[in-house]
């Protein structure tokens, strides 16, 4: 195995942001780890899926919607996997990427795409301004087995995961339990948030824990709001499929370019919408910044009045009326008379005739004569109203930032995945292990998943002791003793079930458990961190691991079901 081939394999066992970056089939080969996983499988038997497999697309996926809220919370925060730093991480990957390319995709090495994280400066955000200006975080995806495990962290009464956990999450249960087929779920990642696009009905957005529907996209809520951000303000990076995957940077593709080109169809139409009035009402009631560009014109006795639309929209808030529908009159008796005024408010565009003008004409806001028309007609005069103008057009034509498929060179297809919603489990593990060598993803889904029992060892032991900071770092300052009781204390229960398959070792300090062999490899971890360079082994002898390093050995119990062995630790 080369160290470039270490490198990807153990990637695929720690997940990290930065990993999945370098390495796209990293995404989807968590994804097919997720649906190997007996834990999504049982979710079949849960009492809240009854019945499901009867129930329209829609409804499964909603049903699977409430599911996921109710057991996992959304989880981005700096002590969960600890930190690394840029030197660190570009020395890591220079034989596959340079430091410039890498900043047009990362937000933590100069990427901008997003100005709202930048308006708020994003190390602060992020929590990294107690930091040197290097130091990044880890920010490792967790399997479905590491998400339900958060129960166990103080603080947590439920599962958790970051964006990407979320995304993979989304797409396994999807087809497990809402029978979906894969050919119909498409992952995106964007430098600062991942999601899902679901080929079902207008389409169907993942958002970390919720679903956005073609409707919800326009409905000008808080929601919407924040599932706009990143295909707004951000490039695509990554779109994986069942099929493969296109990357933002790599000239080369692997996703079957027929289905790239149909997903490319069906994201532009699910972000873009004809400009009617119920358009314009959603859009400024999303934008309460661009309000104060229009003014609402009635008649009050007979006499025409004006009063700021900020002014309407704020009665909004404390009525079950809308100026936006039907009730309108009912929402202007509620204002008081004396709001308005008996002339129009200068600098400002009137709601009224721009509800007309949409009204009476259709409007494409993707048509150039379209929006200069109403550019000349609503905004010659007012600078706030051009920039609100500029504002609805994007609202109502978000084009996403896509890798151009003509810039790319396809590979040949590998061995088709070939998994449909009717297989069972056992029929998926079996085909995902018929082609493992002739399909990338299936192979790299054999690594996410942590069976020791079927891959070579060497890269998952490589990164538990190059990539888990978090328990060293809390057992420093320990001696070995001290630490080894520490260690050895921790509840002896894997999280993760069956044999064979392996926490990391942050995962056993964080969720304070493991089996012998994880805790032995955690007590490995700590050693390197203190000690240095030394002769080490791990060997597993019937029920027991033992640690050996430097003349004296650790003891724990437990293997996991693997074989006996002996293994020279990476140091």
């Not at 901008?112 to 930048?118: I, S, T, V």
């Not at 109502?396 to 590998?414: G, I, K, N, Q, V």
């Not at 995945?417 to 593990?429: H, K, Q, T, Y």
């Not at 420093?476 to 079930?497: Q, R, T, V």
Request: hydrophobic share 40%; glycine share 6%; proline share 6%.
């Amino acid at each position: 195995m080369n160290a470039r081939e270490l490198e990807r394999r153990s990637s695929a066992v720690t997940l990290s942001d930065m990993e999945i970056f370098i390495f796209p089939e990293l995404m989807y080969g968590l994804v097919l780890a997720d649906i190997l996983s007996p834990r999504i499988w049982a979710w079949r038997g849960h009492p809240w899926f009854d019945g499901v497999e009867r129930m329209k697309p829609y409804r499964r996926i909603t049903r699977l919607k409430q599911f996921i809220m109710d057991h996992y919370v959304f989880n981005l925060d700096l002590e969960t996997w600890g930190l690394t730093t840029k030197e660190r991480e570009l020395e890591r990957f220079r034989e596959f990427i340079d430091e410039a390319t890498l900043a047009q995709s990362n937000a933590l090495f100069g990427y901008e795409g997003d100005k709202y994280y930048f308006d708020i400066d994003i190390r602060t955000h992020f929590g990294l301004d107690k930091y040197t200006s290097e130091t990044i975080p880890y920010w490792k995806t967790e399997t479905v087995e590491a998400m339900d495990a958060f129960k166990f962290k103080p603080g947590y009464r439920s599962g958790a995961g970051e964006c990407v956990s979320l995304a993979a999450l989304y797409a396994a249960a999807l087809f497990v339990v809402a029978r979906i087929p894969l050919e119909d779920i498409y992952l995106l990642a964007t430098p600062l948030h991942s999601q899902n696009f679901v080929d079902v009905d207008d389409g169907i957005l993942t958002n970390n824990r919720r679903l956005v529907t073609k409707k919800m996209w326009f409905n000008g809520t808080a929601l919407s709001d924040q599932a706009r951000r990143a295909l707004e303000n951000e490039r695509v990076t990554v779109v994986a499929h069942a099929s493969g995957w296109i990357h933002g940077v790599y000239p080369r593709a692997t996703i079957d370019p027929a289905r790239y080109a149909r997903f490319r169809e069906r994201l532009e139409s699910y972000l873009r919408s004809p400009l009617d009035t119920e358009m314009l009402g959603s859009f400024l009631r999303h934008r309460r910044d661009l309000q104060h560009c229009f003014q609402y014109r009635c008649l009050i006795h007979g006499s025409p009045r004006y009063i700021p639309l900020e002014r309407v929209f704020a009665y909004e808030e404390g009525s079950p009326y809308l100026l936006t529908d039907r009730t309108r009159e009912k929402l202007l008796d509620e204002i008081d008379r004396e709001e308005f005024q008996p002339a129009p408010l200068s600098s400002r565009a009137v709601f009224n005739d721009l509800e007309d003008y949409i009204r009476e004409k259709p409007v494409d806001a993707g048509d150039p004569a379209v929006r200069a028309g109403l550019m000349d007609r609503f905004a010659s005069d007012c600078l706030n109203a051009r920039e609100a103008l500029r504002g609805l057009f994007a609202f109502c034509h978000t084009e996403p930032r896509l890798p151009d498929a003509s810039a790319r060179t396809f590979s040949a297809p590998e061995a088709p995945l070939n998994l449909c919603p009717e297989m069972d489990r056992a029929e998926v593990e079996e085909r995902l292990e018929s082609i493992r060598d002739t399909n990338l993803l299936a192979e790299t889904a054999f690594w996410a998943y942590r069976d020791l029992g079927r891959v070579d060892p060497r890269p998952f032991l490589y990164a538990a002791l190059t990539r888990n900071p978090v328990g060293p770092a809390a057992l420093e300052g320990k001696s070995p003793e001290e630490a080894y009781g520490l260690i050895s204390g921790l509840e002896n229960e894997s999280i993760y079930d069956g044999p064979r398959r392996l926490a990391q070792p942050d995962e056993v300090w964080n969720y304070g458990r493991g089996e012998g062999v994880e805790k032995a490899l955690l007590m490995a971890a700590f050693l390197r961190n203190r000690e240095g360079e030394g002769p080490r082994v791990l060997s597993l002898e019937g029920e027991k691991a033992v640690l050996r390093y430097g003349g004296s050995s650790w003891t724990f119990s437990g293997t996991k079901g693997l074989a006996p062995a002996e293994w020279e630790l990476p140091w």
